[in-house]
Each structure stands twice: as C-alpha cells, then as structure tokens.
C-alpha cells in the first residue's frame, strides 16, 4: 500500500470521526484519544451503513481492552450462535470493586435493612440500556455504539459524574439474529445515491422479515414466556443485578415522530406495579427527555398508543421488578434515507433521537438516584404487604399426569425468582385433595409477589378496552396446571431449587410381548417421533385398558403408544437400547408388559388399536402467512419434539410434488398467491387420506374457499331502520372499534378426549388463547365438534358481551372435516401461541401423529 492511499485512508477515517462527533456529540468533548471511536473503528460513520452484530461485539471489545472504564461481559447465545453481550462502563475503582456492589445493591432486593445501613448514599445505581429487540428497528444498536463510546471515552464532568455515580450496562443488540437478517438487506440495496422513494426495495423487507428472532419470534413480547435462549439469558443476568432503570428502544412507522414515555394509562382495572412507577418515575425521567428533545427541535409525543399492560415487554418486565422501564419509539428510516409528507427522514436521524435520550436516561437516573433506591426497598416491601391483605396465603398447583408438563412450568417460575416449596402433607382445597408427591406451594408473602400474581390472577373487569397486545396471561392457565388460592396458614415442604426434580423415568425392564408409553406425557411426541425415525412400529389405542405389570396393574388410556416386538425389524436387544435411550432422553415412562390379555378394557390384538405412520409435515410460508404462527409451529417441531418440517414459499407450491407428505398446515394468513388450480390441488391430496391442518385466519381462507364444507358464524347484519340513525363522534372511533376485536384472552374448552385430537387429556375442559374473530359455526355431523366453548367459558381477559354471547358461546373452537378419504382439522385458535400454550400444544401434535387413524362417522 503506498504512502499516498495510507494518507488517504487516514483523512478519510479522520473526517468520518469528526463529523460524527459534530452530529452526535460534540458537547460531550474533549475525548480520550486512546479509545477509538465507532466511526474509526468501523470504518465508516455511523449511520452510513447499518453495522453488523459482529462488529458491532468487536468495537465493544475494542473499548473494554483500550479502557479501564468498561468490561465486556457475556450473557447467553441466540439460536445461530450469536453472542449476547453487555458492556459494563464506570469508573475504574467501581469496575474493580462491582461483585461487593452488586451485594449490596442486592441487599436493597433481598433484605429487610435500612437503606442507610446498606449505605446507599455512595452506591451507584444500575442502569441498564437496552436496545433493539425487534431486529429491523436498527438505530437502537447504532445509539448504542455512540453511548457506550461517550460514556467510556468522553472526559466531560457531566460524563465523568455519570461514571462516579453510575453502573451502566450497554446490551447493544438483544436480537442479533433478526438485526443481522435487516442489517444484510438494508446494506444489500444501499445505494451510493441514496434512494428516499418508499418504494425503492431497500425499503421493503422480504418475508419474514427482520423483526423476529431465528424462529420468528417476537423477543419483546418473551420477557415473560422465556421461551428464547435470548430471554432466559437476559433474565437470568436482570435477576443476578436487577438494574434500577432499564431502557427499551424501538422505531415505528415511518410517518410518525417519536413516543417517550409515560404511556397512555394501563388497561387493568388495578395495576399491580405501584401508582408511583407510572406517576412520580415517569414524569420525573419524562422532563429529562422533553429537554433532550426540544434541543434538537424533533418532534415527539407520549401518553398515546402505546401501553405497559402486558408484563411482558422489555419496558413493563422491570416494572415488576422494583425498576423503571421505559420506552422509545422512533419513527423508522427503513433503511437510510426514506421520504415523508414532512421531508426526508434519514438513519443518522433516528440514531441521534436514540442516542440523546439514552445519555439523557443516565442523567435522570444520577440525578435520582435516592428516589429510585428508596422506590426500589418499597417496591419489595409494598409486594408482601399486598400479599398479607389478599387473604390468600398460597397457591396449590398439582399435575398428576405430566410430570414434564410440570416441570416445564416450575422451570419458569424459578427463572422469575418465584419461591417454591414441596407440599408437606395432603391438602383438600375448595372439594380437590393435593397429593404432595405431585403437588406444590406457592406462597403468596413473597418479595416476587407481584410475579405470582402475574401467574395465577385472572380478571373479567378492565380500566380500558383496547390493548396494544394481549388483556389475558395468567400463565397456570397456558401450562394448564390445576391450583386453587389457599387462605389459611400451612407448613412448607421443601424449597424446590430447581426443576429437575430429581425425576427419572424407572429403567425398562425386559419382554418379550410388548412395551407400552402413556401418551398424556408432554414429552410423548418427541419420543414416539424418535421411535418411528429408527424404524420401529408403532401403534396407537383407541380404547383404555389395564394390563398386568411388574409392580400390580396400570391403566392406559386413549391414545397409549403400544410398541409390539412381534414384526419389528430389529432384535429384542437393539429394540429395549432404542426405547431406553428415548425414554431417558425425554424423561418418559416406557412400560414393558407380558401380556395382552387386559384385566379391563380392549386386548393388544383389538382392532381399536390402530398402526401409526410417521408424519411428513408440510407448511406453507411467504407473502401473506403470518410469521409469527408459522414460526410457533416449526420452533415446537424443532426444538421440542425434534421432528423436521419442510417449509415451503408459497410462490414455489406449484413445483411441489404433494404427495411427498401426509400431512400440510396452513397457519393465519392471506394466501395470495394461491389459485384456483392451486386449491384444487390441495382438495384432490386431502381426499386421497391426508390431512389438512389449519389454524386461525386460516380456517377461515378454508371455509371461505370451499376447501372444506363447514360454514363460520356470519356477522349480525345492521338493520335498515329510518326511523333510528346510529352515530357516533369521530374522535371516539378508535375506541369503539379497537374493543371489538378479541386482542387476547383465555377461554373454556369443553375438549372430547376420547377423539385423537383430545388424546393425552385427562379433564374435558381445557384453557384456550384466543386472539382473532375466527367463529367456526359448529358442524352439522356432531361427532365432528372435537371441542366447543363450556357453558361459562370466559377465565381471563377482556372481550366484549355481544362478541361473548353472540358468536364465541354458539361457535365451536375444534372442528374436524370429511374431505373424500381425508380429513381437515379446523383450529380456531392457535394452540401453539408464542411457544408458551404447553397446555395445548398436543392439541395440534395430536393432528400430526394421529390424522390418519381418523374416521368420520
């Protein structure tokens, strides 16, 4: 290279840095010229280009090495394997000493002592400022870079005393999978002549988008669900500090200006957090934003659209915590430069909005630091107080039946810092008795109350009837756990330390007749998908039995795996390794028996006991399917039966060759794409055996097509009346028709569990998600309503009387159609919500194993 380029490179790197410093941050001047900044490092400035989560790591690490400052912590991996990371800055005697900080700071969580003999006077407080979560509202990572290098590198005495008096955590990219996918489409079809036209493709992501994480997942919605490996590493890390102030950046429609908090007013009747988080911290931190704003002269709003209702989200989880979370939303550049009625809205714009408010969130929260701390004791003292005037001292939760369904929801109540104890005795609560080998406490005078609360409370009455997301998460209610509220004092087992539950499946015995698996087990699919994958046959029971064993006699009952070692093609040997590898692996109970004389019920040798063929899934994805539900199908498959799934672009199914597969799922969505020649298609296939699973909006595209002979609930129809007008004012349109959806609530099923679609049930009613207006009108064939709506069907959630009464009580939410040889499976909810519906899952799991062995009367 010569001496000339060298020199070049030099200038041109030199003029990137101080025209981001005169952008960005000129004020925060002088700058520590050891420390690189990010367009020096980068290569680039920031915003020219959207930075990849590789680089983006590599320029925090490059702070961490170059200053005493900072320190680059890891906190988990995504599903590709990206690093999660958080950068810690303060200063360099805080850094040295942060492991006896944070206990103290913890004492302030944990421990009844005074603030003052904890002494937090001097101890700095937690911020943690947290940024794209949704992957393609990018400028949040790229304000990132800029704070975490004003707030190591600059020697200002603003700064400096953010750093004396602060410990601050930069979680740069809390979904690097979904920024990388908008990051690599974004830089794709930037131009050196940047294009403003909305149309221009840069603008105009490809399905599925940026948003999600690796299975299409929205993150900001899986605080609470910890389904994700990005969130249960979060978490764990939020409970280990249990930051005072965290932050949680978006952008918005392009169209839009920008939204701080406070928000509009929380839609519960009684919101659990205290009145002071959303009144005292919100407009305290709400003044240090307004200034920040005003100076640039941006635009903004606040306490509109956007509410902290659901727990959930990254800036209403820390408000459960004994935290403030807020939120920003900036409207978005989609890419470098767009145009809007008001002028070009450009990337290094967005940025800067971002990067202001996240020095300014440090200043508010330096500046009150003793509120905070003082907010953050009461908050934990308010919870067990609210706890003792309840009345209610515990919940009981029991599973006798699936213990992996259990252990599953005991998992996430620990990872929430819920206390759980064993049962000591038997407990008869409200006409149920609690086995304490299968049974547990919750109690209620907990520091995490306000999370146990969060689990278990379910209400019908609501302040607002319009939600930004869902009015019902009473999560007992997703897992399907039974509890009950217990209101008198009782003696605690055990405390439950992990989930685990030092449960191992009995090790298989010897046979030489058959084994047998109870299907009611939550990890039966996985196990029975593995059996079938090595070649063993596999039958199903249509009909309970009770054969002999080892230990007496045990029932089985509709939907029991039955493995025969006659006309298996393998030995005796290799058949007992291959079910005691599964059986240890899923923590599933496989029974040998040496009989098939039954003590009750069928014989093994019933024509009620039916051959399995293994699935071969098919679902269509693209252009008008939704991403979310088709992502929630292939993550269950996955992740958690391990059973692969083509996913097919809708625009390639004329090129497939349906017959491959079995079975084909079409999750909400438009579908169009789809011709008439392409429906016909898929009615020929369906009638040769196969089976057609829907879910939600696309139950009705179906119906509606005539793919199947079942009809939806029409719309009441207004009538023609002269003589009365209706009306209403305009400015309460969004109102009236915002509350006539059904945002998200839980609902009573009345399940037939002697239908293979209600195999592995053991109790007829079940909770449902609900979160459409898809209303199936019941089949005329009545053994084919697999499951209607129970007599008072609501549990938890808002929806509006008529919607209550006119079409979910007289609809049906399963319904299982004739199509010539095949059969359609109509779900009207999506039993796979957001990776969390554990309780209903086998719901559609059960379509998948046992749609061929369905025979409409």
């Given at each position: 290279m010569t001496k000339a380029i060298s020199s070049l490179i030099v200038i041109i790197l030199l003029t990137s840095t101080l025209w981001s410093q005169d952008y960005y941050y000129q004020k925060y001047a002088p700058f520590d010229p050891g420390i690189p900044s990010p367009p020096s490092f980068l290569g680039y400035d920031i915003g020219d280009y959207h930075s990849r989560h590789d680089r983006i790591v590599a320029y925090l690490e490059a702070?961490?090495?170059?200053?005493?400052r900072a320190h680059l912590i890891d906190y988990g991996r995504t599903h590709e394997g990206r690093r999660l990371v958080i950068l810690q800055i303060s200063t360099e005697q805080h850094l040295k000493q942060i492991d006896a900080l944070r206990e103290r700071h913890m004492r302030v969580v944990k421990t009844d002592e005074p603030l003052n003999a904890i002494g937090v006077g001097d101890l700095p407080v937690f911020v943690n400022l947290a940024y794209n979560v949704h992957g393609n509202e990018p400028s949040g990572s790229e304000a990132a870079l800029l704070s975490a290098y004003v707030l190591v590198a600059s020697h200002h005495p603003d700064i400096a005393r953010y750093r004396d008096q602060a410990i601050v955590f930069v979680d740069p990219t809390i979904n690097p999978d979904g920024r990388d996918r908008h990051t690599q489409w974004a830089n794709s079809y930037r131009s050196e002549q940047l294009v403003s036209d909305p149309l221009d493709a840069e603008h105009n992501e490809m399905w599925p988008r940026g948003r999600t994480n690796h299975y299409w997942f929205d993150l900001n919605r899986d605080w609470l669900l910890a389904v994700h490996p990005e969130s249960r590493g979060k978490l764990q890390w939020y409970h280990d500090w249990y930051p005072n102030v965290v932050t949680d950046f978006h952008e918005m429609g392009t169209r839009s200006t920008y939204f701080f908090e406070p928000m509009k007013a929380n839609g519960s009747l009684d919101p659990i957090m205290p009145v002071e988080n959303y009144t005292m911290l919100n407009d305290t931190f709400a003044r240090y934003y307004q200034r920040a704003m005003d100076r640039l002269g941006s635009l903004y709003?606040?306490?509109e659209i956007f509410d902290g209702t659901y727990p959930g989200y990254g800036s209403s989880y820390p408000d459960l915590q004994g935290g403030l979370g807020v939120?920003?939303?900036?409207?978005?550049?989609?890419?470098?430069?767009?145009?809007?009625?008001?002028?070009?809205i450009t990337f290094p714009y967005t940025i800067r909005n971002h990067f202001v408010n996240s020095i300014a969130?440090?200043?508010?929260?330096?500046?009150?630091?003793?509120?905070?701390?003082?907010?953050?004791?009461?908050?934990?003292?308010?919870?067990?107080?609210?706890?003792?005037?309840?009345?209610?001292?515990?919940?009981i939760i029991e599973e006798s039946h699936d213990i992996n369904r259990m252990r599953a929801f005991l998992d996430l109540l620990l990872l929430h810092q819920i206390e759980v104890y064993k049962m000591s005795s038997q407990l008869r609560v409200q006409g149920c008795t609690f086995d304490?080998?299968?049974?547990?406490?919750?109690?209620?005078?907990?520091?995490?109350?306000?999370?146990?609360?969060?689990?278990?409370?379910?209400?019908?009455?609501?302040?607002?009837?319009?939600?930004?997301?869902?009015?019902?998460?009473?999560?007992?209610?997703?897992?399907?756990?039974?509890?009950k509220p217990y209101t008198r004092g009782l003696t605690l087992g055990d405390r439950v330390q992990n989930a685990?539950?030092?449960?191992?499946?009995?090790?298989?015995?010897?046979?030489?007749?058959?084994?047998i698996m109870s299907w009611e087990d939550y990890n039966a699919p996985a196990v029975l998908f593995y059996l079938q994958s090595q070649g063993v046959r596999t039958k199903v029971a249509q009909r309970p039995f009770t054969l002999p064993v080892q230990s007496g006699e045990k029932e089985f009952s509709y939907g029991s795996i039955v493995i025969p070692l006659q006309k298996q093609d393998m030995n005796r040997e290799d058949l007992k390794k291959v079910l005691q590898y599964a059986s240890a692996k899923w923590k599933v109970e496989i029974t040998p028996v040496t009989t098939g004389y039954s003590l009750q019920g069928i014989d093994l040798g019933s024509r009620y006991i039916t051959p399995l063929q293994q699935p071969k899934a098919l679902i269509l994805i693209g252009d008008g399917v939704s991403s979310y539900e088709a992502g929630f199908v292939w993550h269950l498959l996955d992740q958690r039966v391990n059973m692969p799934i083509t996913k097919l672009q809708t625009r390639m199914f004329n090129r497939a060759d349906l017959m491959r597969y079995n079975t084909l799922v079409l999750v909400s969505g438009r579908y169009p794409t789809l011709d008439s020649v392409d429906i016909l298609k898929i009615k020929k296939w369906i009638s040769k055996g196969n089976t057609l699973i829907t879910i939600g909006r696309a139950t009705e595209w179906v119906i509606k097509h005539q793919l199947v002979q079942e009809k939806l609930l029409k719309d009441s129809k207004i009538k023609n009346d002269s003589t009365q007008i209706k009306r209403h004012d305009y400015i309460d349109a969004p109102g009236i028709k915002g509350k006539e959806s059904v945002g998200g609530s839980i609902f009573k099923i009345d399940l037939d569990i002697t239908h293979p679609i209600g195999y592995g049930y053991h109790r007829r009613e079940l909770p449902v998600y609900r979160n459409n207006k898809v209303w199936i009108q019941p089949s005329k064939n009545p053994f084919n309503n697999v499951a209607v709506y129970a007599e008072d069907p609501h549990i938890d959630g808002f929806i509006t009387r008529e919607?209550?009464?006119?079409?979910?009580?007289?609809?049906?939410?399963?319904?299982?159609?004739?199509?010539?040889?095949?059969?359609?499976?109509?779900?009207?909810?999506?039993?796979?919500?957001?990776?969390?519906?554990?309780?209903?899952?086998?719901?559609f799991l059960n379509a998948l194993f046992f749609g061929n062995i369905i025979r409409i009367p």
């Open positions: 702070l961490a090495a170059s200053s005493d709003f606040t306490k939120l920003f939303e900036q409207a978005s550049s989609r890419g470098h430069i767009q145009e809007t009625m008001m002028g070009d969130t440090v200043e508010a929260a330096v500046d009150h630091r003793d509120m905070l701390y003082k907010y953050q004791r009461d908050f934990f003292h308010s919870a067990k107080q609210n706890a003792r005037r309840s009345g209610i001292k515990a919940y304490p080998e299968v049974s547990y406490v919750i109690p209620t005078e907990q520091a995490q109350y306000r999370m146990v609360q969060t689990m278990f409370e379910t209400y019908d009455e609501y302040r607002d009837s319009v939600f930004y997301d869902a009015s019902a998460w009473s999560l007992a209610n997703a897992y399907n756990i039974s509890y685990d539950l030092n449960h191992e499946p009995n090790p298989i015995g010897t046979t030489d007749y058959a084994y919607n209550l009464d006119q079409y979910l009580s007289k609809s049906a939410s399963i319904v299982v159609s004739r199509v010539g040889s095949g059969r359609a499976v109509l779900y009207a909810e999506d039993p796979n919500f957001r990776g969390t519906w554990y309780g209903t899952n086998k719901l």
